[in-house]
């Protein structure tokens, strides 16, 4: 049972790509292009499949001057998953075909990709788009799986924050840390999810602080104020959102509340996971977590 659950993930995170891949074609993003085959070839290369993999190499021919880099840096490594010192980046974002959204929250994500398709528009008004938003809400709700999303729909990948790396014991490191991340999403277009921000977001209220977490929280403000990426998307995730500092929340330019699921969204969820199989009784009834 399990490998065939392995075989129908790997199966859908195919066909997730390919349709990327239709997609990159169809809008004539030929840097785009380029990567999303070229990571189609790195996945039969890790998969064994040298002579498909060749075949595959030798039918997309030479990508031009501008994807050649970004080409390289797929077909250097057998992975999709990437650790650099304080980041894992993810070259391909998992697939987000079952994710389920509240409408209130659909309608708010759906608004920021709206507002990212149209930024030629907004420039001619002297607006831009927004590009740091906060999630936050009760764990397992959807709120890492549409950073994902987001990544999907802008062919970017996504730099999660390594909070073990990135929180150091000597005095001052982890500030400096934190300066590394942002200029590495200021360098490279990508989807930076701080995950649990809260653990480095704390109120500076806190009467047992010695210190260091002030300037730790100061560190990240600054940050986020100067973080001006034309192509990338910060994002902070937080199940805690009583901790977070005050501050935190008028440094991003929208936050989106994930609720529990709905009964209407539930049963969704369950539909999709059945997949067509029959079943007898209901699937009414009352649900302690969140799925």
Not at 12 to 24: D, K
Not at 27 to 49: E, R, Y
Not at 169 to 178: C, E, F, K, V
Request: charged share 25%; hydrophobic share 35%.
């Amino acid at each position: 049972m399990r490998e065939m659950a392995s075989t129908g993930r790997e199966n859908i995170t195919h066909i997730e790509s390919i349709r990327r891949l239709f997609q990159a074609f169809r809008d004539g993003n030929d840097s785009a292009f380029h990567k999303l085959a070229q990571s189609i070839i790195t996945d039969q290369l890790a998969a064994n499949h040298h002579s498909v993999a060749k075949a595959m190499q030798a039918a997309l021919g030479k990508p031009n001057k501008d994807s050649a880099k970004t080409s390289g840096k797929i077909l250097g490594t057998l992975r999709k998953k990437e650790h650099h010192q304080f980041l894992t980046i993810y070259h391909e974002p998992c697939s987000t075909e079952h994710l389920l959204l509240e409408d209130s929250v659909r309608s708010r994500v759906d608004r920021f990709i709206d507002e990212r398709n149209n930024a030629n528009k907004l420039a001619s008004y002297g607006l831009a788009p927004k590009s740091k938003l906060l999630f936050w809400g009760p764990p397992g709700c959807g709120k890492t799986l549409t950073a994902h999303y987001l990544a999907n729909q802008f062919n970017l990948k996504v730099g999660v924050v390594r909070l073990s790396s990135l929180i150091s014991s000597y005095l001052g490191d982890t500030a400096a840390h934190i300066q590394q991340v942002f200029e590495e999403a200021q360098n490279e277009p990508m989807v930076l999810l701080f995950d649990e921000i809260d653990s480095i977001a704390k109120t500076r209220d806190d009467s047992r602080d010695v210190g260091e977490l002030k300037r730790v929280v100061n560190s990240l403000l600054q940050s986020i104020d100067t973080f001006v990426a034309k192509e990338s998307i910060l994002i902070g995730a937080s199940n805690h959102q009583y901790l977070l500092d005050p501050a935190i929340w008028r440094r991003f330019d929208d936050v989106l509340l994930f609720p529990k699921p709905s009964s209407k969204t539930r049963k969704e969820y369950l539909r999709k996971q059945m997949n067509g199989v029959a079943y007898k009784g209901s699937i009414e009834g009352p649900v302690y977590k969140c799925s």
